[in-house]
């Protein structure tokens, strides 16, 4: 039977784990109130009205 080894238990502990009050939760995810990845945009509603984009043209020299 192997022999168990409390002082290797202490080296598997994450030290960057956020250390919280006694009947307190860490909270490791964000909330957010819909499903799926949040907008890089930030609260934009789309479509706009106008695409503040200009496509690049190439001038081909000769």
């Known amino acids: 039977m192997a022999k168990g080894?409390?002082?290797k238990k202490k080296a598997r502990i994450d030290p960057?784990?956020?250390r919280v009050g006694e009947g307190?939760?860490?909270v490791s995810e964000l909330a957010a109130d819909?499903?799926?990845a949040l907008s890089p945009?930030?609260?934009v509603v789309f479509p706009?009205?106008?695409v503040p984009y200009?496509?690049?043209e190439t001038e081909i020299n000769k």
């Open 5 to 7: 080894d409390n002082g």
């Open 48 to 50: 706009l009205e106008s």
């Open 34 to 36: 819909r499903q799926g």
């Open 41 to 43: 945009f930030g609260d």
């Open 24 to 26: 307190e939760h860490p």
């Open 54 to 56: 200009v496509h690049p």
């Open 16 to 18: 960057t784990w956020p």
